[in-house]
C-alpha cells in the first residue's frame, strides 16, 4: 500500500510547483516524462522551505524551519516521511544520490534569510550558492542520470543559470524583500540611491552569466535539454521586461510575464529547439 503514498507525494509536489509557479510547471513538462517527478520533488521541497522563510508571518520562523531541517535528515536516514513533500524529496534523493552536502547549503541560506544581514559580495554569494546554484546542481544530478563525467562537464553553467534566476528574482522582488521582510541582497546596495545606473551594472552581470547557461544548455541530454531552454527563455523574458522598467519602476511594482505572454515564448522556443537553432 506504501506505493500509493509515493503516489500521493509525487502528486502533492507536482501540485506545489503547478500552484506557485506557472513558468517552471511549464519547463517541467518540457522534460522527458521518466525525469519529471524528480524535479517536481526538488521543487516542492525548495518551495516549502521558501515559504517558511518569506511568507509566514506572524509564526516563529526559526523554529519552522529548524523542524523542516530535522525532519529532512530523519527522512533522509529513515526513508520515509509523513509529510508528503519530504517524502517526494528523500525518494529523488536517495535514487539520484544527491549530495547530501548541496541540501545543508540550500538550508543554510534559508538560516541566512531569517537574518538581517548587510550583505558583502562574500556573503552575497555564499547566499547565492545555496540558495539558487545547489539547487541547479541538484536538478543537474538527475539530468545527467549518475554520469560523473558529464556533471562535472555541466556543472559551472548549471551553476550560472541558478546565478541568474535567483538574481532575476531579486530584481523583479526588490519592492517587497525591502519593504516587507526588510532584505537587501546586493552588496552594499543603498537604496535610497538604487537609480539606473546601479541597476544597469547589475544587469550587465546577469546578462553575463545567462550567456554562459546557454552554452550549457546545449550540451544537456535530450531528455532534458528542451526543457530547461524553456526555462531559461521565460527568465530571459522576465529580465528583458526588467530591463525596459526604470530603477524606480521596479522600486514600486513586481514585474511580472503574462500566461499569454509565456505560452507565446513556449511556441518560439520550440520552434528554435526544434531547428537546433539555440
Do not use: W
Not at 540611491?193 to 552554452?215: H, M
Not at 541530454?221 to 526543457?227: A, Q, R
Request: hydrophobic share 40%; proline share 2%.
Amino acid at each position: 500500500m506504501k506505493k500509493l503514498f509515493d503516489e500521493l507525494s509525487c502528486e502533492v509536489s507536482k501540485y506545489t510547483t503547478r500552484k506557485y509557479s506557472t513558468s517552471f510547471s511549464l519547463g517541467i513538462l518540457a522534460l522527458k516524462p521518466s525525469i519529471r517527478p524528480a524535479i517536481y520533488a526538488i521543487y516542492g521541497y525548495v518551495r516549502l522551505a521558501d515559504e517558511i522563510v518569506d511568507s509566514f508571518h506572524g509564526y516563529d520562523k526559526e523554529k519552522l524551519l529548524t523542524r523542516l531541517k530535522a525532519e529532512t535528515y530523519s527522512a533522509l536516514e529513515d526513508g520515509i516521511s509523513i509529510n508528503p513533500i519530504l517524502h517526494s524529496f528523500q525518494e529523488t534523493v536517495r535514487q539520484y544520490k544527491i549530495d547530501i552536502q548541496l541540501i545543508n547549503q540550500f538550508l543554510h541560506s534559508m538560516e541566512m534569510d531569517l537574518q538581517k544581514i548587510d550583505y558583502n559580495s562574500d556573503l552575497y554569494n555564499e547566499y547565492i550558492y545555496g540558495s539558487a546554484e545547489v539547487v541547479g546542481l541538484m536538478c543537474l544530478q538527475i539530468f545527467t542520470g549518475g554520469n560523473k563525467q558529464q556533471f562535472e562537464e555541466l556543472k559551472p553553467y548549471a551553476m550560472k543559470l541558478g546565478s541568474a534566476f535567483q538574481k532575476v528574482n531579486f530584481l523583479r522582488d526588490l519592492k517587497d524583500d525591502y519593504q516587507i521582510l526588510g532584505r537587501t541582497y546586493f552588496p552594499a546596495l543603498n537604496m535610497s540611491v538604487f537609480d539606473n545606473d546601479v541597476k544597469v551594472r547589475i544587469e550587465k552581470e546577469i546578462d553575463e552569466e545567462f550567456r554562459e547557461a546557454l552554452q550549457g544548455i546545449k550540451k544537456l541530454p535530450g531528455s532534458s535539454m528542451f526543457g530547461v531552454y524553456l526555462a531559461y527563455k521565460y527568465y530571459l523574458s522576465l529580465f528583458e521586461k526588467i530591463k525596459k522598467a526604470s530603477s524606480h519602476h521596479i522600486l514600486q511594482n513586481r514585474i511580472r510575464i503574462a500566461n499569454s505572454q509565456k505560452l507565446l515564448v513556449a511556441f518560439k522556443s520550440y520552434i528554435r529547439y526544434k531547428s537546433a537553432y539555440l
